[in-house]
């Protein structure tokens, strides 16, 4: 930061009059620089500066006390918000009116005095303009201690630590489900994904994100062949660490965008990236392995640092309204609605789902309360694989009726082959319900899928095969379909007579296959016409089943 002199060099000299007069200094200076060697020798003198601050109001020591302990600096967009902002005039106006005999507000009383400069200083944004302690003047305020920042909130209490959600690695799980997916078309209705507790859910829309920040997804939204072979035959640990890092480092994927409860409107663009490293940087402070409560960390973070995401302190260029209504989410009044809910989001949702945190609720239906890393975080947040995950080594079953239930413990790269090959059912207690049929074999040919490889996969990956469905199998790969069921409308009449002179009359084109010598079937949307014929030729006919 600047120090006191350098503060002082970026104004009038009838700021320096206000300043000295505030101070009760004599100063009749006609030069700047001769004005400076007067007045910060006095400003820095330590029993000097005690007087004048044992002369300010309560809320302005308090103001003051507040920039020491964010390290003498924080942004003018929120020292304000906090404190009032100083009237923008310029040295005529101020001379006139000298604002700083009648100040508006805390800001002012500090900044007439020159307690606090203001300034654009370079941050991970570029330019930000900041409120600031001198830099000569911090050391000599009453109660410095430049020490690091405490964790924002409290911790946790019991009841809010009741019931855990301890972090699972069902990401993976997830994810090789939407790659198999993806490669068959399956429309979203029917990708059966985990159930996790708290607020959020990863859905199809988050877990391609996540995939097409691993580069495990073309431009197309394809899954890309090699990269997919290799995630999904990684080991477990090694799998998620490759999510947690592409995660970490991605400047596509948008979580704010990802709010279900937000629409995003307009071309202004927020920053992804320095968003996650400034939530992981508030998060870091929180106690390893203590659980924390999850509101009191949103309620401070409110507080102390609440343009974690907004450059300058803007809220109202952002174009962000709720996506049930036409109610538009702008100024710092809405700051729970888009910013706490963002917090929310990365605690209840990524970083759970990846892994990293713990989380508890009051009950098992209740909402998550409270969180704390994970015995994985250090490693996954240092980009390495964690110890104590589970290898996948369960074998697939095998039903003599052409079913499939597997594991999420089965090998996933056996899985996605196995998924490719039949219809899909549900999620049940971690387990994946296939089932072979005729259409999804045709399918699976279609996309180059082999039954002698289905077979291979099968004999391999299960204790026991049934040995019908390895007929059943060979047999369709030579054949094709040998058996079929379906659902017909028949006509059954009174006499073989009467269903010859049927099929003599102009009705006959409405007519199937025989089923014997008094019925026949009824081709698809031809029941009125047959009915109609009927008639005509003398014969009254039903529907049976209905009134």
Not at 40 to 52: A, G, H, K, T
Not at 141 to 155: D, E, M, Q, T, Y
Not at 222 to 241: C, H, K, M, Y
Not at 443 to 454: K, T
């Amino acid at each position: 930061m600047p120090d006191l002199a350098q503060s002082l060099g970026n104004y009038d000299l009838g700021y320096l009059q206000i300043v000295a007069e505030a101070w009760g200094i004599d100063y009749s200076a006609k030069d700047l620089q001769l004005g400076l060697n007067i007045i910060v020798p006095q400003l820095l003198d330590e029993s000097f500066l005690n007087e004048m601050l044992n002369r300010l109001p309560g809320e302005a020591r308090s103001a003051l006390e507040d920039l020491q302990n964010n390290n003498g600096r924080m942004t003018w967009s929120l020292f304000t918000r906090r404190y009032g902002e100083v009237r923008e005039m310029g040295p005529g106006r101020r001379d006139r009116e000298r604002p700083d005999l009648n100040p508006i507000s805390t800001t002012e009383i500090l900044f007439y005095r020159a307690l606090i400069g203001r300034a654009f200083f370079e941050s991970p944004d570029g330019g930000e303009e900041y409120a600031y302690i001198p830099d000569d003047m911090k050391p000599i305020l009453p109660g410095s201690h430049w020490s690091a920042k405490g964790p924002f909130g409290r911790a946790a209490h019991p009841d809010e630590r009741a019931h855990v959600f301890p972090a699972t690695d069902r990401i993976l799980d997830d994810t090789c489900t939407v790659l198999a997916a993806l490669r068959m078309g399956l429309p979203e209705n029917e990708v059966p994904l985990a159930i996790y507790p708290g607020r959020y859910q990863p859905t199809m829309r988050i877990l391609i994100a996540l995939l097409q920040a691993a580069n495990l997804l073309d431009e197309l939204g394809e899954p890309v062949l090699e990269a997919t072979r290799n995630f999904l035959e990684a080991g477990r640990d090694q799998a998620i660490s490759q999510l947690v890092n592409a995660w970490l480092d991605s400047k596509q994927l948008n979580e704010l965008d990802q709010l279900p409860q937000l629409v995003l409107e307009g071309e202004w663009k927020n920053d992804p990236l320095r968003t996650r490293r400034a939530i992981l940087e508030l998060l870091s402070a929180t106690p390893a392995g203590k659980w924390w409560g999850l509101e009191s960390f949103i309620n401070v973070v409110r507080e102390q640092n609440p343009d974690y995401q907004r450059p300058a302190g803007d809220y109202d260029s952002w174009i962000i309204r709720q996506a049930e209504s036409e109610t538009y989410l702008r100024g710092f009044e809405s700051w729970e609605q888009v910013d706490g809910q963002l917090l929310r989001f990365l605690i209840t949702g990524y970083l759970h789902w990846l892994g990293i945190f713990d989380l508890a609720a009051p009950g098992v239906n209740k909402q998550v309360s409270a969180f704390r890393f994970s015995g994985w975080s250090d490693a996954l947040l240092e980009g390495q694989a964690p110890q104590g995950i589970p290898a996948d080594e369960k074998k697939v079953i095998v039903r003599s009726d052409g079913r499939l239930v597997v594991s999420r413990h089965v090998l996933r790269s056996v899985r996605y082959q196995l998924a490719r090959f039949c219809e899909w059912g549900e999620l049940k207690r971690g387990d994946y319900y296939y089932q072979l049929t005729p259409g999804s074999l045709k399918r699976a040919e279609q996309n180059g899928l082999q039954i002698n490889h289905l077979l291979a996969l099968l004999q391999k990956n299960a204790d026991h095969v049934p040995p019908n469905l390895v007929t059943a199998l060979d047999r369709f790969e030579r054949h094709g379909k040998q058996a079929r069921m379906e659902e017909v409308l028949v006509l059954r009449l009174s006499s073989p007579e009467i269903l010859e002179e049927v099929r003599a009359s102009r009705a006959a084109r409405f007519l199937g296959d025989p089923l014997g010598p008094t019925t026949v079937i009824v081709k698809p949307g031809a029941r009125e016409k047959v009915l109609a014929a009927l008639v005509e030729m003398g014969y009254l006919g039903e529907i049976l089943g209905e009134d």
